[in-house]
């Protein structure tokens, strides 16, 4: 059974960093695709970004947030610097992409999100 588990959300103060981490078991995701979405309260869940031969990222966060991967403990990282309050929300990993990867409907596998508090 494949499982994600997101970890390293928290309060922080507009500026700062976070990194995230989702951690896979059940399956090895070494060569397979890797998107992080989030989802603030009364939005819709949104593509973050996503790894795999190379990276993807949402315009919002492209130049902040980096995605890195270490195969050996098949976890991926998202990255997270110069965070704004807009930066709230859940945050979430997600595999098993079977079509277009700026989508949440495309993936098989979810983590069941971290929170991340950005505060002015």
């Known amino acids: 059974q494949v499982q994600l588990v997101e970890s390293g959300g928290g309060l922080v103060q507009a500026g700062g960093s976070l990194r995230l981490s989702c951690a896979a078991s059940?399956?090895?995701?070494?060569?397979?695709?890797m998107g992080w979405f989030r989802q603030a309260p009364g939005k819709e869940r949104e593509f973050v970004g996503i790894i795999w031969s190379n990276s993807v990222y949402a315009d919002s966060v492209k130049g902040r947030f980096t995605i890195s991967r270490d195969n050996a403990k098949n976890t991926v990282y998202l990255q997270m610097n110069s965070l704004k309050p807009e930066d709230t929300a859940v945050y979430y990993c997600a595999a098993g992409l079977r079509g277009s990867y700026y989508a949440p409907s495309q993936y098989e596998y979810w983590g069941q999100g971290t929170q991340v508090t950005v505060s002015s």
């Open positions: 059940g399956r090895t995701f070494s060569s397979s695709a």
